[in-house]
């Protein structure tokens, strides 16, 4: 018996509030995949590598952290952003209702009589239109702070602004299915690499490594170099985006096999699958991109037919120069010289082998995290959660390392490249790279404690749901 009138309606029934504890528990073991935002924080330690631990002083040579990151960290970061696109644009294309009312509470007494759901839906906004202007906004926003860090001096390629562009290309394949999302990935990435290779020939442009900022708006080739001739083209890695968007699209359908996302126990077998099958399909192409490119560069004689060109000294000495181009990275371009570049898997090339290995090193690092997020417990999870806080983080933590590499590289005398012995370690070092990794940390440490999502993450999401509301008419 309760002391409601028997005419009265039900009063929504309120959940208890949860310690922090407890919202940390719940967070970590259902309410939100924990593996991708590992993942997210390994490709920011990488970048983090290939940005300030990437040269071996005195000789100048590249270190082996360097070797192992560049390139390989931001196709990662490319392959979740697809992930993310589709986490992010599901509740919009399923119809998907909130699950907090306007202020802020659990929405499941307000959607306990099913005539509320529809208005709720009309007032959210849904649909693809929803979608499409959540996802043009949120490539808008991830642009202007692009333009805004192109402004510093950071010695560094700045990705925001292709990234916020690729976002806006990828909007056209929001409702395309799983195997057509891989389908259109495998034949771009056949394809473009070799227009792209023609269209530069007739242009005469190798490639253009400054950053777009606030400066170049105007400029009339930054379309053709966001497109084509910049560090990150977004006609190349639209190819990793779709991948991405495909294998979050087998992430959701398992999270919906698990059960309940706010359960505190859920069924992790429907995602241990999906990550067992990325995890495999990330080992073939990886072994092909590699295998195929050492076949075609060796025994087929690529390397020595690049060697011949104009570039490289006559002989042997030739072949040495050509090897030496091939441990090298692209930035983001095949080289010209040769169209044999097309059948290596040059690093940051953007061929056609080249985005098999890494797309397939970024499968194998996405499967593992999913894993390490699926089965991690207790304790474990805990001393996870800074971690993951981080990875949930990528736009705050990405601009606050450009920020501090600007101003350690401000700090340095001079040229940074020629200075004296003692301010070396601020160009390149491990400890440089320790040093960024736990800032890192430290705010994936404080986001933990306040229970919160990063500021620039907070601000793109508000700005996104409001671009999705629906477009007032009259």
């Known amino acids: 018996m309760t002391d409601?009138?028997?005419?009265?309606?039900?009063?929504?029934?309120?959940?208890?509030?949860l310690t922090r504890s407890q919202r940390l528990d719940r967070r970590l073991r259902g309410g939100r995949l924990i593996g991708i935002d590992?993942?997210?924080?390994?490709?920011?330690?990488?970048?983090?590598?290939?940005?300030?631990?990437?040269?071996e002083f005195p000789d100048g040579d590249a270190t082996l952290i360097h070797i192992f990151v560049q390139g390989r960290a931001a196709?990662?970061?490319?392959?979740?952003?697809?992930?993310?696109i589709a986490l992010s644009t599901r509740r919009y294309l399923t119809g998907e209702v909130p699950t907090r009312d306007s202020a802020g509470g659990r929405a499941s007494a307000l959607f306990a009589d099913p005539s509320n759901v529809a208005s709720v839906r009309a007032r959210a906004g849904t649909g693809f239109g929803a979608a499409s202007r959540a996802l043009l906004m949120r490539g808008f926003v991830i642009a202007l702070i692009g333009l805004t860090l192109g402004l510093l001096d950071s010695g560094i390629a700045i990705i925001l602004v292709y990234y916020g562009v690729t976002f806006w290309l990828a909007i056209p394949f929001l409702r395309l299915p799983v195997r057509a999302l891989f389908g259109i990935a495998a034949v771009w990435a056949l394809v473009w690499p070799v227009v792209s290779f023609g269209l530069r020939t007739a242009w005469g442009v190798e490639s253009t490594f400054e950053n777009p900022s606030w400066q170049s708006v105007t400029d009339p080739d930054l379309v053709r170099d966001l497109f084509v001739t910049?560090?990150?083209?977004?006609?190349?890695?639209?190819?990793?985006?779709?991948?991405?968007?495909?294998?979050?699209?087998?992430?959701?359908?398992?999270?919906?096999?698990?059960?309940?996302?706010?359960?505190?126990?859920?069924?992790?077998?429907p995602l241990m699958r999906v990550a067992l099958r990325t995890l495999i399909a990330g080992a073939v192409l990886a072994v092909a991109g590699w295998g195929l490119s050492q076949l075609a560069l060796g025994p087929l004689g690529g390397l020595d037919a690049i060697a011949r060109g104009d570039m490289y000294t006559p002989g042997v000495m030739g072949r040495i120069e050509a090897q030496s181009m091939a441990e090298g990275s692209g930035f983001g371009l095949v080289p010209l010289d040769s169209p044999w570049?097309?059948?290596?898997?040059?690093?940051?090339?953007g061929a056609t082998l080249d985005l098999a290995l890494t797309t397939g090193t970024s499968l194998i690092a996405i499967a593992v995290c999913l894993m390490i997020g699926l089965v991690v417990r207790g304790a474990g999870a805990k001393l996870l959660a800074p971690v993951a806080a981080a990875?949930?983080?990528?736009?705050?933590?990405?601009?606050?390392?450009?920020?501090?590499?600007?101003?350690?590289?401000?700090?340095?005398?001079?040229?940074?490249?020629?200075?004296?012995?003692?301010?070396?370690w601020l160009v390149s070092s491990p400890q440089l790279w320790l040093m960024h990794v736990a800032g890192a940390l430290a705010i994936g440490l404080v986001l933990t404690l306040l229970g919160r999502s990063g500021p620039l993450e907070t601000l793109v999401r508000w700005l996104s749901r409001q671009a999705a509301l629906p477009l007032k008419r009259g």
């Open 341 to 349: 570049w097309l059948a290596s898997s040059l690093v940051h090339s």
């Open 230 to 269: 910049g560090v990150y083209p977004v006609l190349t890695w639209i190819v990793y985006v779709l991948v991405g968007m495909g294998v979050g699209r087998l992430i959701t359908r398992a999270m919906d096999a698990s059960g309940p996302r706010d359960a505190v126990a859920r069924d992790i077998r």
């Open 75 to 84: 196709a990662l970061f490319a392959v979740l952003a697809g992930i993310g």
């Open 4 to 17: 409601v009138d028997a005419g009265a309606p039900p009063r929504a029934r309120t959940r208890p509030r």
């Open 391 to 424: 990875g949930a983080a990528p736009l705050t933590v990405y601009c606050a390392h450009i920020v501090a590499k600007t101003v350690m590289d401000s700090s340095i005398p001079g040229d940074r490249f020629s200075a004296g012995e003692e301010y070396l």
């Open 38 to 55: 590992l993942a997210r924080f390994l490709a920011l330690a990488g970048m983090m590598a290939a940005h300030v631990w990437n040269t």
